[in-house]
């Protein structure tokens, strides 16, 4: 049982802190969501850098605790709070730890920077990053073939640290139509009870 109502401090359109919202509410846990103003600096300013001094959101206020990185909040959260997200198996944990480091990996640096140029103007090399798009898309394509979910047979923080930045990849110009299988699953993660989307943005929108 929590004894403190969690904090997430995020960004409505950062793919990162949607992993943790959207955890938060798959897994039943009470929260309070905390907007961090990117565009007006506060994620590089006092009281933010407290929290975390890297300047990044996500991060997380849990009692005592107070932990950055979407990642390590999943784990936190999963190990802490909902076991079933994060089975103890040694093999399943490393298969779940195995795509942890391709949405820190490959994901950010393919679909989530190809977002970031078309979403918020970033200066980006996109060709590079639509092309890892389609590169690691193709993999967890094959990856799918005959699963419901990336990790054994429930869902998982795989499914969840993938999902953010899969699910928006046509906001940076990522066409998914070319993996069904990618499709299907993102349809199963939607239909998830306590499932929430992340806002969908128009190319130039946020400046």
Do not use: C
Not at 22 to 29: D, E, K, P, S, Y
Not at 153 to 181: F, R
């Amino acid at each position: 049982m929590m004894t403190d109502v969690l904090k997430i401090y995020g960004f409505p359109l950062s793919g990162h802190s949607h992993r943790v919202e959207l955890f938060a509410n798959l897994a039943g846990l009470e929260h309070k969501y905390v907007l961090v103003d990117l565009a007006a600096g506060e994620h590089k300013k006092e009281p933010f850098l407290k929290l975390n001094p890297f300047g990044q959101v996500p991060a997380i206020e849990d009692g005592d605790v107070v932990l950055a990185d979407s990642n390590a909040i999943l784990v936190y959260l999963a190990k802490k709070y909902a076991p079933d997200w994060l089975p103890s198996d040694p093999l399943i944990e490393a298969e779940i730890q195995r795509l942890l480091s391709v949405a820190a990996g490959e994901i950010k640096y393919g679909p989530a920077l190809a977002r970031l140029a078309t979403v918020f103007g970033a200066a980006v090399d996109v060709e590079k990053a639509t092309d890892l798009s389609n590169l690691v898309f193709g993999r967890i394509e094959k990856h799918l073939e005959g699963r419901d979910w990336a990790v054994g047979e429930m869902p998982t923080i795989a499914d969840v640290a993938l999902y953010s930045y899969t699910a928006h990849a046509p906001e940076g110009n990522v066409d998914l139509a070319p993996y069904p299988n990618i499709l299907n699953w993102l349809a199963r993660i939607e239909a998830l009870p306590g499932f929430v989307g992340m806002p969908v943005t128009k190319v130039g929108l946020v400046a």
